[in-house]
């Protein structure tokens, strides 16, 4: 599994209410149609087997309370600023100041939400019987690196070894 991008960790921390959460795995696409398939063989393979599993619901607040609390403080402080510099300070939704999007604190929490997000899925992953994943997989870091066109197959840094097949 890739690591999950902020838009998940913006519904969680930004809706109001906290939608309901259930965690759902997908396995089998990437027998499908890899991501990397080009012509000529960019025709999806017939006949492989996907996998879909959804989990049970998550309890948001239990899972999530803290950090959408520490969020709501960090909107409030930009909110206040805004109305100390004489600006509207009615942000419509889906809409962030500066502070919000790269303040370091805020980068955090969408992090760590994701991370929490990803755990939930993961626990779908384990009921089907399937290993655990290699823990790099989870991070960007580990995209950006080996998602380099150079850096496909073979021997990556970490001593790691990636063969398409």
């Not at 004489?86 to 889906?94: F, I, K, N, Y």
Request: hydrophobic share 35%; charged share 35%; no cysteine.
């Amino acid at each position: 599994m890739r690591y999950f991008k902020w838009g998940v960790s913006r519904l969680v921390l930004e809706s109001d209410p906290l939608p309901t959460i259930i965690p759902i795995f997908v396995d089998g696409t990437q027998d499908i149609m890899h991501e990397d398939r080009t012509f000529p063989r960019f025709l999806p393979r017939v006949g492989k087997k996907t996998i879909i599993a959804f989990g049970e619901q998550v309890d948001g607040e239990k899972i999530f309370g803290d950090l959408r609390a520490q969020w709501k403080r960090l909107v409030d402080l930009q909110k206040e600023a805004l109305r100390h510099k004489g600006e509207d300070d009615d942000l419509p939704v889906g809409v962030l100041t500066e502070g919000l999007k790269y303040n370091s604190e805020a980068v955090a929490l969408r992090i760590e939400v994701t991370k929490r997000i990803r755990q939930e899925v993961l626990k779908v992953r384990r009921s089907l019987g399937l290993p655990d994943e290699d823990p790099k997989e989870g991070l960007v870091e580990t995209w950006i690196e080996e998602g380099k066109p150079e850096k496909r197959e073979g021997k990556m840094d970490d001593g790691s070894w990636v063969k398409e097949i």
